[in-house]
């Protein structure tokens, strides 16, 4: 995290961000929760919670344009971006 975005990055993530904003508009839905580092303060995990990994990619798909950007403009405020994982919760 660029220590200078850090308010921006953090408005951007959030459960009322941009991103869940975009997300919302897709079925499937349910959650963004945006994490900090207890350790490293420049050091965040956002999670993403979807019904199905189909419905995530669709979102992607049928609001490309808008998602490129979205990414686009996140991009300027990090260092890095590692993808964990997909996860599936179980009940």
Same mark, same amino acid.
């Given at each position: /995290?660029?220590p =200078? #975005?850090?308010?921006?990055? !953090?408005?951007?993530?959030?459960?009322?961000?941009?991103? %869940?904003?975009?997300?919302?508009?897709?079925?499937?839905?349910?959650?963004?929760?945006?994490?900090?580092?207890?350790?490293?303060?420049?050091?965040? /995990?956002?999670a =993403? #919670?979807?019904?199905?990994? !189909?419905?995530?990619?669709?979102?992607?798909?049928?609001? %490309?344009?808008?998602?490129?950007?979205?990414?686009?403009?996140?991009?300027?405020?990090?260092?890095?971006?590692?993808?964990?994982?997909?996860?599936?919760?179980?009940?």
């Amino acid at each position: /995290m660029k220590p =200078d #975005r850090v308010e921006d990055f !953090e408005s951007i993530y959030r459960e009322d961000g941009d991103w %869940a904003e975009l997300f919302r508009e897709g079925p499937g839905f349910v959650s963004t929760t945006l994490m900090k580092d207890l350790r490293d303060p420049r050091r965040y /995990m956002v999670a =993403d #919670r979807w019904t199905g990994e !189909e419905l995530y990619e669709e979102v992607k798909r049928t609001h %490309a344009a808008r998602y490129d950007a979205l990414d686009r403009r996140c991009r300027t405020m990090i260092e890095r971006e590692t993808e964990l994982g997909r996860f599936d919760f179980l009940h």
